[in-house]
């Protein structure tokens, strides 16, 4: 989770100010395929 919010801070900033949860569960994925 850690290493996702600094890759990813922006994106997971928008995640918690919209929908969080929903949003979250996007962003992660999208996150471990950039990695990969």
């Known amino acids: 989770m ?3 919010v600094h890759l ?3 994106y997971v ?3 918690r100010s ?6 979250m ?3 992660l ?3 471990q ?3 990969v």
């Open 2 to 4: 850690q290493s996702i």
């Open 8 to 10: 990813h801070g922006g």
């Open 13 to 15: 900033d928008v995640a």
């Open 18 to 23: 919209a929908s969080g949860g929903a949003c």
């Open 25 to 27: 569960r996007i962003v």
């Open 29 to 31: 994925p999208l996150a």
């Open 33 to 35: 395929t950039a990695q």
